[in-house]
């Protein structure tokens, strides 16, 4: 099988498929011989943050001399990114490898209707990590339903909550932590970020109903939130000091997270967890290639850190926005706080079916619409100032391909 070909197995299949619960994805397991069981696991879901968070612990587990597997969600330039082995994404012929070797014992995983994509790559990343020592997993969509809740890990996450995939997940906050929380099983101690009243709430229920510890954040651990100060971890028995490596202000949430995570799965000692929060690394948030940032921020939630994070890195020039989204995101939301930051504001089209018009967007707030991401991108750049694009995980794909010089690849219809 050629790459190309994989591609295009896959990438027009179905999105995430929840309606069927995990029974199919637990056969198509078991037809493989139960890749989910393999090495320890830690088991990461939330709405923001459960990326970054991934990236510190398995920063922490490689520092601690582990073999790691990296499974995440979505791919931003290449789909092997989604699969990683000690911090480098899978080769193209593994990844067909892997593929033929689904097709070969699980036939019906590619056949019509089959398994959703996002059920099959993460068969496919079971499969890449039977030979590491511990493996990082990051939940697709919601928990409870999702492909990746086969596993049985040795501890588990919860980051920040807000409303977002309400179409699936409910409409409440208490009705999304209840999905998140589904990744709780007995004998997997849990740890939450700070959550609203209403979501702490039903973590607690749900961590009570299956016997486990959940450490929440300001309880049973704290770290420094405030800007200016040294980031430190204080839990049951560690104490981290180390400045995270992911810039902005909310990544120190998703750092504590990280290392509570770890610290209650007993993986690794608190001086791994120092040396990987120091050395992570994770696209698109906040990254900057000069005086461009491009960020994931697609909800209100997120909008509302990143505001808060790109205000110090200003530094009193002026910002331009380039900002695209999805017709099933709050633009409006997100433009409440990042438009009055910025100086000019300039819309575009990511390459998605569900992307807005900028014309739409003029309409909710005003900017200046352009044709394509590489125009809204040029025109913020021939302004003086800082460029900051965001608004959705397409929109920060294509502005990352085109500033690192590559073809921007068209990503599967996933629900991001």
């Given amino acids: 099988m050629k790459f190309d070909e994989l591609k295009e197995l896959l990438f027009a ?20 011989g ?22 510190f612990a398995e920063s922490a587990l490689r520092a601690a001399g582990l073999r790691t597997g990296l499974y995440t969600s979505p791919h931003l330039n290449h789909f092997c990114e989604r699969i990683r082995i000690d911090g480098e994404p899978i080769s193209e012929d593994r990844a067909c490898a892997l593929l033929e070797d689904i097709r070969a014992r699980d036939p019906w995983a590619l056949g019509d209707p089959g398994l959703t994509f996002f059920e099959i790559v993460t068969l496919m990343g079971f499969l890449a990590f039977r030979d590491v020592d511990v493996r990082v997993i990051e939940v697709g969509l919601g928990g409870r339903l999702d492909a990746t809740n086969v596993l049985q890990p040795r501890a588990c996450a919860v980051t ?21 929380a589904g990744i709780f099983k007995p004998g997997a101690p849990a740890v939450t970020a700070g959550q609203p009243r209403a979501a702490a709430a039903v973590l607690d229920e749900r961590a009570r109903a299956v016997g486990v510890p959940l450490w929440r954040a300001g309880r049973d651990y704290q770290f420094e939130s405030r800007e200016g100060r040294p980031f430190c971890y204080a839990g049951p028995g560690w104490t981290v000091r180390a400045e995270p490596g992911l810039a902005g202000h909310h990544q120190r949430a998703n750092a504590a997270v990280a290392c509570a995570l770890l610290e209650a799965s007993g993986l690794c000692e608190a001086g791994h ?22 960020d994931g921020a697609h909800n209100p939630h997120a909008a509302r850190a990143l505001a808060r994070a790109i205000r110090p890195l200003l530094d009193g020039r002026p910002l331009r926005l380039v900002f695209g989204a999805l017709r099933d995101k709050d633009a409006g939301g997100m433009l409440e706080f990042l438009a009055p930051l910025a100086q000019s504001i300039h819309y575009c089209v990511p390459d998605s079916p569900r992307a807005l018009r900028p014309e ?28 900051l694009a965001c608004g959705s995980l397409y929109l920060a794909a294509e502005v990352r391909a085109l500033l690192r010089g590559e073809q921007p690849e068209r990503m599967p219809s996933e629900r991001l």
């Fill in 13 to 32: 299949r179905g999105n995430f498929g929840m309606k069927l619960g995990l029974e199919r994805m637990q056969e198509a397991c078991a037809l493989l």
């Fill in 34 to 55: 139960n890749p989910e069981r393999g090495a320890p696991a830690l088991h990461v879901a939330g709405t923001n943050g459960k990326g970054s968070t991934c990236a």
């Fill in 360 to 387: 739409e967007l003029v309409r909710i707030r005003p900017g200046q619409p352009h044709a394509s991401v590489a125009a809204a991108l040029a025109a913020a750049r021939s302004e003086q100032g800082i460029v």
């Fill in 160 to 180: 920040a909550l807000g409303l977002e995939h309400t179409q699936y997940l409910g409409p409440t906050l208490a009705r999304i932590a209840a999905e998140k």
């Fill in 273 to 294: 967890a120092e040396a990987g929060l120091r050395s992570a690394a994770w696209p698109a948030r906040l990254e900057r290639f000069g005086e461009v940032y491009v």
